[in-house]
Each structure stands twice: as structure tokens, then as C-alpha cells.
């Protein structure tokens, strides 16, 4: 798999000639020599006071790869448990084993929701769920199965690297093994979930049960020598700071050099609600619109920035379109872990919602499938 870089890219001159930050100047001025963004690049667009000028970059950038599209998918989100033992700080979906609104799904249940779903069309399945301490490697296995059974085309974006990897001790398999069975069993796709922040001091604070960053890493790396892709996503918006934000952001791009596996990167707003980070304000708009932009200018080599309208909210959602993103994730139908910490979006939205978000935005909807290819509509509904 090749890793897709930005060329150069011609910014218009009206643009250049508006931008207030020196530091934004010297930005611009790698981007249409089709250089690479550093460190110090990444953090000056992190924490530029010229927003707008943040954003025409990020946009010439966008327009430059996608032109006016935008992309979606018919896809519905299932959290299979919300049993987890990991008790992470920024989390308010976990519930503890035994605990009266603890839940685990049967595949059989699962298999339910994918039959019973409302979106026409229905392409993509995005599962994930808590490290449940019991669950065999087998219920895995069986919950892809159950799933494709209800439609053998249906692209199924499963179980982050944080899953796996709990998955693989539980069962004492490697995690190679664990990929090739869940492959064979169904699996098109890993979600991007997990990833958190790239930084040992947060780690070690917010959510010390669960894999490393280095171990995130590797898991996708793994999963890219299999031919199996994988989104990446940063948490941000709770304590890390400028400069681990940058770092993250440059530490995915070091890993899409090395395997090329990623097909998108979601910035994920804190949500503070019932979290015990609660304390918290989340990050602003102006926080998001800069992370997202410069997520566009420093991944490079990954195609697709997601602006996942279930944390953004839908009018940020729309701002997004116009500061790098392409991509609007999904229908999703139920979205649980945002809404557990608060998010005020709806549970889900209609293709018809979705693509009247994106035209109101100024840019022409376009449904994708799981590995990002254009779905013709009558296609998708066959
Ligand atoms: O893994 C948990 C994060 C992730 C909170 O790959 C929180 O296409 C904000 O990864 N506030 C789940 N974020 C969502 C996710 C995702 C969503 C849509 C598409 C894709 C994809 C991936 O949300 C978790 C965790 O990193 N998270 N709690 C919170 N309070």
C-alpha cells in the first residue's frame, strides 16, 4: 500500500496576502513548495491567533485532493459491551461487570441490529466495545460472522488496537493471530479508537490500564502488513498540551511512512460529562476548526480527515468542511460513548440530513464505503 502524499499545492495569492501570522507565512510557504511540515510547523498552526488564515491552507489543501466533495457513509455504530475493566479518566460509556446497567450483546442481538436498521442501503457496520474480562476469543469471531451473515457485502470496521490487544491476552494468541482469525471471520477494517493522546505522562495519568501509544502504534502496523486498513484519532481538548498534540499528529505520519495502512484520521473533541475529568470545559470551537486544519496539513500522507458531526456538533460539522475535512463518518444510527459524556447531537442522522448538511456547507455529498471508494446510490441499495 502506497502512503498518498500532497504535492505541492498552489494557495491563492488573496489568501496569502491576508495571513496575519509570520509563523502561518512560513507554513504556507512549505505547503507550495510541497515540503513536509515539522514540529515547529505543527504547533505554529496549532496555536495561530489567524484562524481564518489556518483555514484557507487547510482548504486549498482539501480542494487540491477532493475539489467541492465531501463523503459519507450508510453505516450504523454498535457497541457490543460496555463491560470494561480499564477505568480510563476521559470515559463515561465503561460500566463494571455486574453493574445494573452493564450490557453485553449476543451476536445473535447484534445480528438483530443490523437487520432491523432504518438506513436504506445499509454498507458499513462500525463495531467496538469495552475490554470485557470474560468474553472468549471466540465470541469475537462469531459476532463478525453473525454480522456478515446479514449481508455478505457489509463492510465491517471492527475492534480497536486496544481491543485486540486484550483480546489476544485473554485468548494467548499473538496479535498477528488474532488479526488473520478476525480477517477470515469478516473483519474489512480497524476503527481508529484508543489512540487517545501519544504521550507516557498522560498515560501513566488518565488511563494506565490500556495499551501505550508505541503499542497503538505497532498493533496498526501489524494490521497494515495483513492488508487489513485502519483509522487513526486523537483525543484532545483535555490536559496535553501544544506540544503533544503536535507530536501525535507527527508520530501517526511517521507510522503511515513505515506501513501506509491508514485511510483516516479523526480529531476527538473531550467530551467532560460523567467522566471524572468532569471539571473540564472540553475544547472550543476555535480548539477543533485549528486541530482539524492542521491535522489536514501535517498528515500528509493520509487521505481522508473525518469531521465526526456526533462530537463537532452539526454546525462545526459544516465549518470543518471549509478548515480540511472531507469526510462526515457516517449515519451511525446510535452513537453511545460521545453521548454518555454529553454530547447534545442526535443519536444519528439520515443520508438525506447528511447530504443536506453537506450542500448547505457549499460542497457536493458523495457516499463512500468502508475503504473510502465512491458508492453509487442505486448500488448501494442493492
Ligand atoms: O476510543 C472516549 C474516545 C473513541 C470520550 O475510526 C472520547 O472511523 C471524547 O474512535 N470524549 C471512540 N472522546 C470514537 C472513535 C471513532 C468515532 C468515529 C469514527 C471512528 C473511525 C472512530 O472516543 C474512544 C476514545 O478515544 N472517547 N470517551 C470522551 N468523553
Not at 463523503?71 to 477505568?87: D, I, P, Q, S
Not at 457516517?330 to 438525506?352: D, F, K, N
Request: glycine residues 8%; neutral net charge.
Amino acid at each position: 500500500m502506497q502512503p498518498r502524499r500532497t504535492g505541492p499545492v498552489s494557495i491563492p495569492s488573496s489568501a496569502l496576502r491576508r495571513l496575519r501570522d509570520d509563523r502561518l507565512a512560513a507554513v504556507a510557504d512549505k505547503i507550495t513548495n510541497g515540503e513536509r511540515l515539522g514540529a515547529r510547523e505543527a504547533q505554529a498552526c496549532l496555536e495561530t491567533h489567524d484562524l481564518a488564515g489556518l483555514g484557507s491552507l487547510a482548504l486549498a489543501v482539501r480542494s487540491a485532493l477532493y475539489g467541492t466533495r465531501a463523503f459519507y457513509v450508510a453505516n450504523l455504530h454498535l457497541n457490543y459491551t460496555n463491560v470494561c475493566g480499564n477505568r480510563c479518566a476521559f470515559c463515561a460509556f465503561h460500566r463494571d461487570a455486574g453493574a445494573p446497567d452493564a450490557y453485553t450483546l449476543t451476536p445473535e442481538e447484534a445480528a438483530r441490529t443490523v437487520r432491523e436498521s432504518p438506513v436504506p442501503g445499509l454498507c458499513e457496520v462500525h463495531v467496538v466495545g469495552g475490554c470485557h474480562p470474560e468474553l472468549p476469543f471466540e465470541y469475537y469471531t462469531a459476532l463478525l460472522r453473525a454480522l456478515k451473515a446479514q449481508r455478505p457485502g457489509l463492510g465491517l470496521k471492527a475492534f480497536t488496537a486496544v481491543e485486540v490487544q486484550h483480546m489476544a491476552d485473554r485468548a494467548g494468541l499473538t496479535v498477528a493471530q488474532c488479526l488473520r482469525e478476525l480477517k477470515a471471520a469478516g473483519l474489512s477494517a480497524m476503527p481508529g479508537g484508543g489512540a487517545e493522546i501519544f504521550s507516557l505522562r498522560l498515560h501513566r495519568d488518565l488511563f494506565p490500564s490500556k495499551i501505550d501509544g508505541d503499542r497503538w502504534l505497532s498493533i496498526h502496523g501489524e494490521a497494515h502488513a495483513l492488508g487489513i486498513r485502519s483509522n487513526a484519532t486523537m483525543l484532545f481538548g483535555h490536559r496535553e498540551t501544544v506540544q503533544e498534540r503536535a507530536r501525535h499528529l507527527l508520530r501517526l505520519r511517521d507510522q503511515q511512512d513505515r506501513t501506509g495502512g491508514f485511510q483516516a484520521f479523526i480529531a476527538l473533541p473531550f467530551h467532560p460529562e460523567n467522566t471524572p475529568m468532569a471539571h473540564l470545559p472540553g475544547p472550543s470551537g476555535v480548539e477543533i476548526l485549528k486541530t482539524i486544519a492542521t491535522a489536514r496539513l501535517v498528515l500528509d500522507n493520509v487521505p481522508h480527515i473525518k469531521a465526526y458531526w456526533v462530537m463537532l456538533g452539526l454546525k462545526l460539522t459544516q465549518v470543518a468542511l471549509s478548515f480540511g475535512a472531507d469526510d462526515l463518518e457516517g449515519t451511525i444510527v446510535r452513537e453511545r460513548i460521545a453521548h454518555q459524556a454529553g454530547a447534545r447531537t442526535a443519536p444519528g442522522l439520515s443520508l438525506e440530513e447528511l447530504a443536506h448538511l453537506v450542500r448547505e456547507a457549499g460542497f457536493e455529498p458523495v457516499r463512500r464505503d468502508t475503504y473510502h471508494r465512491e458508492v453509487a446510490e442505486a448500488e448501494e441499495a442493492a
